[in-house]
């Protein structure tokens, strides 16, 4: 599969991948956060900016699959340019 279908993959299911957003930055976009997804274990999402290789995430799938990005930081990364705006996000 191309890498652009892969990570579009991961965009779409997303939204779901994240479920309850345990901890998150104070007032910014970008910090350290803990999410828990509807299976249930907690992963550490360091967010640090919009691109690729840019974020950390500790779910299986992010040390594997080379892409620099998976479902839970898609996700983040969706919800949190509906909440500060593209712009703030991506400069
Ligand atoms: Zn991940």
Known sequence: MLIE???SARQQRGPTA???ILAKPDGRAYGDYEVRPASGKKYHVAMRGPGLFENFC???DFAVNTLGTCKPIEALLIRLRKRFGRPTLDR
């Open 5 to 7: 279908e892969q990570i």
């Open 58 to 60: 500790s779910c299986p």
């Open 18 to 20: 994240i479920g309850k």
